[in-house]
Each structure stands twice: as C-alpha cells, then as structure tokens.
C-alpha cells in the first residue's frame, strides 16, 4: 500500500519536472523566434540598403580615366567599396548628432 503512493508521489514529481522542462523550452523557442524576427528584419535593411547603393558607380563619374582603368576598377569593386565608405561616413556624422555618444571621435 505504501509502495503505491511513493511511485504516485514520483510520478506527479516527474510530471512537474517535465513542465518545468518544456516551460523552460517554450521560453528557448520564444527567444529563438525573437531573434529570427529580429535577423529578417535586418537583413530587410540590408537589403534596402545595397538596393539604394546600386545607382553608385564610381567609374561613371571619372571621365578622365582611361577605359582600361575604369574596367578594371569595376572588376575590383571600387563602387562597392566607396559605397561601404559613404555609408559608414553618413552613420558616423549621425551618431554625432545625438548627444552623449562620441565614440572616439
């Protein structure tokens, strides 16, 4: 008889471990799930952003050079790379304006 109650007193401790276990899931896969949303969105940014940097073609703009030049400087990337730097400039020159935040400049 006593037998009976200890494996129920086991049992409903093992039942409450269980949802201790899956709550402690549940809140891992909210988390997770927070960071995807967050992820999506950023690479939405991203995205916005590399559309708005297709129109930068350095090569265009100098005339000057030689073909052979502008070719190869578009073969390396330069439009990309003077797009990296405009778009790390205008976030510098941003965080500048609010007050508190001058890191290092």
Same mark, same amino acid.
């Given at each position: 008889?006593?037998?009976?109650?200890?494996?129920?007193?086991? +049992?409903?401790?093992?039942?409450?471990?269980?949802?201790?276990?899956?709550?402690?899931?549940?809140?891992?896969?909210?988390f997770?799930?927070?960071?995807?949303?967050?992820?999506?969105?950023?690479?939405l940014?991203?995205d916005?952003?590399?559309?708005?940097?297709?129109?930068?073609?350095?090569a265009?703009y100098?005339? +000057?050079?030689?073909?052979?030049?502008?070719?190869?400087?578009?073969?390396i990337?330069i439009?990309?790379?003077?797009?990296?730097?405009?778009?790390?400039?205008?976030?510098?020159?941003?965080l500048?304006?609010?007050?508190?935040?001058?890191?290092?400049?």
């Amino acid at each position: 008889m006593l037998n009976f109650f200890i494996e129920m007193w086991n +049992g409903f401790v093992d039942f409450l471990w269980q949802i201790v276990l899956s709550f402690f899931d549940i809140l891992k896969d909210f988390f997770f799930w927070i960071m995807e949303q967050l992820f999506t969105v950023g690479i939405l940014l991203l995205d916005g952003v590399g559309s708005l940097m297709s129109g930068l073609n350095v090569a265009q703009y100098i005339s +000057g050079l030689p073909p052979e030049t502008a070719h190869t400087m578009s073969l390396i990337g330069i439009s990309e790379a003077m797009g990296m730097v405009i778009t790390c400039l205008g976030i510098r020159f941003l965080l500048q304006l609010i007050p508190f935040v001058r890191w290092g400049s």
